[in-house]
């Protein structure tokens, strides 16, 4: 949370591109809820009730609200871009002015390879897990309260059958980010190792060449870089676990919905144009859960 905090700060002077950038997204997310509407509607009035003169409002709507969807997305995806650069640049600029009243013990007891990695790799991980995260959090935040409420009024029983998953995905994501943070923490740090290594030893090469020391400095090389790649796998393993499990409940959920669904469609409560929104709805609803 502290780390977080602190990144706002960087945000602070650049508000209005970052507001910009929020009502970008939001204008994406709004847009990108029309086109299952509009397919409820040509199930339910043009198909089932036979009202062929709405079918050329309803397509003129659907293709409307893809347009503006996409012209959102890329007005979005360059102010989020413009933002991130902003922010990383301020943020190294930072880092080199702390560097430089730094005591000479710090740098002795660091390769140079190693503080290059935390003034050009690291601030690229803040940019992506914090401003990205960040902007991603906040779409998905309002991403989901649009759906819900679109689902209970849709089908208040439907929509609760769905939210019935939501605490199984919700501890799973909670056991998966806790874990994940220290084998990133671990891969980051291993990162910063083998660059600062690669560094020292690219400055040295001379001297391993002229003592015939080739050896020694791939077996150094080799190590150091089965380690990174070795965490790194760990993460990945653990998505590999994760990510698939995330899909299956979310999966299951939507084949209650259907179950449920399907006979409601039947004993003439719901219509089938209202169900295949719902399901729409709800496939759109686990995405950001996921996330």
Not at 155 to 165: D, G, M
Not at 242 to 257: E, Q
């Amino acid at each position: 949370m502290k780390s977080l905090l602190r990144v706002l700060l960087y945000l602070r002077p650049h508000r209005a591109l970052a507001i910009a950038t929020l009502v970008c997204a939001a204008g994406a997310t709004a847009m990108e809820l029309v086109p299952p509407w509009v397919i409820k509607i040509i199930i339910d009035d043009v198909i089932q009730a036979k009202q062929t003169s709405l079918l050329p409002w309803v397509i003129g709507l659907l293709v409307g609200a893809h347009v503006l969807k996409n012209v959102f997305a890329s007005l979005r995806i360059r102010l989020n871009n413009q933002l991130e650069q902003t922010v990383v640049h301020d943020l190294r600029r930072h880092i080199f002015s702390a560097l430089q009243h730094l005591s000479i013990t710090y740098f002795e007891n660091r390769s140079t390879g190693e503080i290059m990695s935390r003034v050009t790799n690291d601030t690229e991980h803040v940019e992506r897990i914090f401003i990205d995260g960040l902007e991603g959090m906040l779409t998905a935040s309002l991403t989901l309260l649009g759906i819900t409420g679109l689902l209970f009024m849709l089908n208040w029983k439907l929509a609760v059958l769905s939210l019935l998953p939501i605490p199984l995905l919700a501890l799973s994501a909670s056991w998966f980010t806790s874990r994940v943070h220290g084998y990133y923490r671990e891969t980051r740090q291993s990162a910063a190792e083998l660059n600062g290594y690669l560094q020292d030893a690219l400055s040295g090469i001379r001297e391993t060449m002229g003592f015939g020391r080739q050896g020694h400095e791939q077996a150094r090389f080799d190590r150091l870089s089965q380690a990174y790649s070795e965490k790194n796998l760990k993460a990945m393993v653990l998505w590999s676990i994760y990510s698939p499990g995330m899909i299956l409940v979310a999966a299951l959920g939507t084949v209650l919905i259907l179950w449920y669904g399907a006979g409601e469609v039947m004993e003439g409560r719901l219509t089938l144009g209202e169900l295949v929104l719902f399901l729409s709805y709800l496939a759109m609803f686990y995405v950001p859960i996921n996330q």
